[in-house]
């Protein structure tokens, strides 16, 4: 690499370990001068006289058991019953305004701009938990972020990053952790989202708003990939000791070059993964570089070798090693936990900021010894050297060795008193922020083990220890929101990870039973005519289909509603006869003319077009034959569904006529939206409401369950839409582009691509408010939706 460069580099980084060095020095002296403990003792007595942290609580609150925070939805109805909600909520916003915002809090338009978001997130929260616990309002779901997207005009920025995360989150091996990455992915978008919508001002032209909002979620992507795929990818044991060397070398190189190369010379085992995550960094490094002012470029660059260094150096570090000093264990981690949230101001090419720089600078290693505290134990099994596991192995060889655990104090102190200047505000927050992540600990891991820790880590302060456990013991309020939302949503990734694997296992294992069931037997006793059709019948039944229909249905019946799965056997033959039936006719000449459906050649091109008729005649006649098969069920239920069966399969055909006569005509999307609703719509609601009816649903029911239909049936087809339009003919199973050929006005050639994952975003969500609003077990019906329009075939 050019000396030059390299000389640069050691330059920027010497600069910020200069910073370092006189801040962790100013620490050093505190500590061994002890003077932090009578500061934060007065601290801790000025903050106890806050009534939030009295023991005697009020009447109310006496009255109300307070629930688990893991309770989301109650925990939060709880606190506004016992009014405890707004100081709640202005604890945890203060803190995300130190914290992430570099702000501090005795200034004027801090403090007006606190109460504005408070307000506003009090009133979202009422407004959600009256949803009830699960209810699709959750602001965590993806309707809930489409929606916003929505109101802000920044859908197609939500729809990419919605995209991209699901990427992600498919293609990270089980060695890197999935939901971990998405956390750590939210997390940072969500944080850079915060610093746009912090500089907006109330007058802000909409349009500009939108346009700034749209920047930071796709740059908040940009940078967070940087955790995943530097930082975890790094730590996780993936990696050979050589693969990390040239991993590590291809970021500095990008690095202190200002740009990645654009191939990956990469072998090994580990070669695919790699070539991703290259391509997405390229990508993601690019998008940020575009968006740079041309005079915060270099700051850009500088800041990011420093992070990326002082990680390295981190990394690298062994707890086998007896030998590290304090210093080579505490500049790294100075430099690595401010340079992360400084970093984010550059990378949205903000202008400079000296108070934000200032607070931000000092406050990290609050953060990161708070952080890995509460990890020590996860970090002692993983042999990560952190100041807390290097300081537990070797303090007794070691008595150099500074504890980090008083180290923290000092840091409070120094921020409460140095930084902030005493502001009553900051020292409540700062102290309510401390006590709450030691309770959590305590909670965490159990009182023995904690005891245990304290014993060690408080060993020399007995007296300063009595009053924090006591704090730990007695203080009740000082939980804050951002901890809920964290436990919120690693539950909700969790869940929703539990669900996806438990759909696929029942679409899986529903879809193989029904496999068994489907083909027709040929005696020999018929004639060789119907042998013949039946042949042919077998031949379009036997293709690679998805059978989302008949396992959807079955679904419904016996998961739901609870009907015997053998006699619910003749509804799920009838529904994939039906089905297919429709697909030959769809693929004859003389409509769609398609040569291969389900990865096989169409039947009319196995045999010819008289064939395909007939034997989509029979197939129908079939279907009929099945449901009147039905014997276990009331005969009035079974005479409704098959009058029910027999009107919808007239309006698909309607449907399908509808689609040939407006072939070539450029459509209304209300016209599109109707033949969608009959070709595809219709048969999604059968597959709900044919179960329903035997179960003798009622009405009220039998409604939503045609709306979630008619909504998911719309986005369904439009995914199809842009499959046909972006897919290939191998993944799809047939030809791609083939609306295009035909002359078919599709939701891509009315809306547009953008515009047409709108459409579909839009039908998503409305299907889920129809699902909210079900009242039965949903979790299936949830992750079917979420199926249909993230497939990709």
């Known amino acids: 690499m050019n000396e030059t460069i390299m000389d640069d580099a050691d330059a920027w980084y010497r600069r910020a370990e200069q910073k370092a060095a006189h801040y962790f020095a100013e620490l050093h002296r505190q500590m061994t ?21 009295q023991t005697v609580l009020s009447l109310m609150a006496r009255s109300a058991r307070k629930p688990d925070s893991r309770h989301y939805d109650r925990y939060i109805q709880w606190l506004k019953y016992t009014g405890k909600l707004d100081d709640y909520l202005d604890r945890s916003v203060s803190y995300i305004y130190m914290r992430d915002l570099g702000q501090a809090l005795d200034a004027p338009r801090t403090q007006q701009k606190i109460r ?7 009133e979202k929260l009422i407004r959600s938990s009256k949803q009830g616990e699960g209810g699709q309002a959750d602001e965590l779901s993806l309707a809930s972020l489409y929606r916003w997207a929505q109101k802000e005009g920044v859908e197609d920025a939500a729809i990419w990053v919605m995209d991209k995360l699901k990427t992600v989150s498919s293609r990270l091996p089980e060695e890197m952790n999935a939901d971990h990455a998405l956390r750590k992915l939210i997390k940072i978008i969500v944080g850079v989202v915060l610093h746009v919508t912090d500089e907006l001002d109330e007058e802000e032209d909409p349009v500009e708003r939108s346009r700034r909002l749209d920047e930071a979620i796709r740059i908040g992507y940009s940078y967070g990939l940087t955790y995943p795929f530097i930082d975890d990818l790094l730590d996780c044991g993936l990696l050979d000791a050589k693969e990390k060397q040239q991993y590590s070398e291809m970021i500095r190189v990008s690095l202190l070059q200002g ?8 072998s090994g085992s ?20 575009y968006y740079q002012k041309p005079e915060r470029l270099q700051t850009f660059y500088e800041q990011s070798y420093v992070f990326f260094q002082s990680q390295d150096m981190d990394r690298s570090k062994v707890l086998t090693n007896p ?11 100075i430099l690595k936990s401010a340079s992360s949230r400084l970093i984010v101001r550059t990378v949205l090419s903000a202008s400079e900021d000296e108070g934000f720089d200032h607070h931000t600078f000092y406050y990290g290693i609050y953060n990161q010894l708070a952080d890995d505290f509460a990890d020590v134990f996860d970090d002692m099994r993983d042999g990560a050297v952190t100041p807390y596991t290097y300081y537990l192995k070797y303090r007794d060889q070691r008595p150099d060795l500074i504890n980090p655990f008083e180290l923290y104090w000092t840091v409070t102190a120094h921020l409460i008193h140095h930084v902030y200047q005493g502001n009553s505000k900051t020292r409540d927050v700062m102290l309510d922020r401390a006590i709450n992540g030691l309770k959590r600990c305590k909670e965490r891991i159990g009182m ?11 060993s020399g302060h007995p007296e300063f220890n009595r009053l924090i456990q006591h704090m730990v013991q007695k203080a009740d309020d000082v939980d804050f929101y951002d901890k809920l939302l964290r436990d919120r949503l690693i539950d909700v990734l969790k869940r929703n990870r539990q669900e996806k694997e438990a759909f696929y296992d029942t679409f899986e294992s529903v879809r193989e039973g029904i496999n068994h069931h489907l083909l027709i037997p040929a005696d020999t006793a018929i004639p060789p005519m119907k042998i013949s059709l039946i042949d042919a019948a077998n031949h379009s039944l036997e293709g690679d289909g998805k059978r989302l229909r008949p396992v959807l249905a079955w679904v419904m019946g016996v998961q739901v509603y609870g009907l015997p799965p053998s006699s619910l056997t003749p509804l799920i033959r009838s529904l994939e006869y039906m089905h297919t039936a429709s697909l030959i006719f769809d693929d004859l000449p003389s409509q769609d003319n398609a040569s291969m459906r389900r990865g096989k050649p169409t039947l009319h091109q196995v045999h010819d077009s008289a064939t395909a008729e007939l034997t989509g005649l029979y197939l129908i006649q079939r279907a009929t034959q099945e449901q009147a098969s039905l014997t276990d069920f009331d005969p009035k239920a079974v005479l409704s569904l098959m009058r029910y069966s027999s009107q919808k399969a007239g309006e698909m055909s309607m449907g399908q006529a509808m689609d040939l006569q407006y072939k070539g005509m450029a459509l209304t999307l209300e016209q599109l939206r109707a033949v969608s609703y009959y070709k595809t719509g219709i048969a999604f609601e059968a597959c709900l409401v044919m179960p329903a009816i035997l179960a003798q649903a009622d009405d009220t029911e039998m409604e939503r369950l045609k709306a979630f239909a008619y909504h998911a049936g719309i986005a369904f087809q439009i995914k199809d839409d842009l499959l ?7 993944t799809l199973g047939k030809p791609a582009g083939k609306d295009t050929d035909n002359n078919i006005s599709s939701f891509v050639a009315v809306l547009g691509l953008d515009a047409a994952r709108r459409e579909m975003w839009e039908h998503y969500c409305e299907a889920m408010d129809a699902l909210s609003e079900m009242g039965r ?4 019906l949830k992750q079917l939706l979420h199926y249909m329009v993230s497939r990709d075939h």
Request: proline fraction near 6%; aromatic fraction near 12%.
């Open 33 to 53: 001068g002890k003077s932090y403990v009578p500061a934060l003792t007065e601290d801790i007595r000025q903050w106890k006289r806050n009534p939030i942290h």
């Open 116 to 122: 504005k978001v408070v307000n506003e997130v009090k």
């Open 724 to 730: 046909d339009a972006e897919g290939d003919t191998l």
């Open 270 to 289: 580990n070669r695919e993964l790699v070539r991703y995550v290259h391509a997405e960094l390229r990508e993601a490094f690019n998008y940020i570089k």
């Open 777 to 780: 077990p949903s979790e299936f």
């Open 259 to 266: 740009a990645v190369p654009e191939h990956c010379d990469w």
């Open 323 to 333: 030998a590290y000093t304090n210093e080579e264990l505490y500049y790294p981690i």
């Open 448 to 458: 023995d083990k904690y005891n245990e820790m304290m014993d060690i880590l408080t």
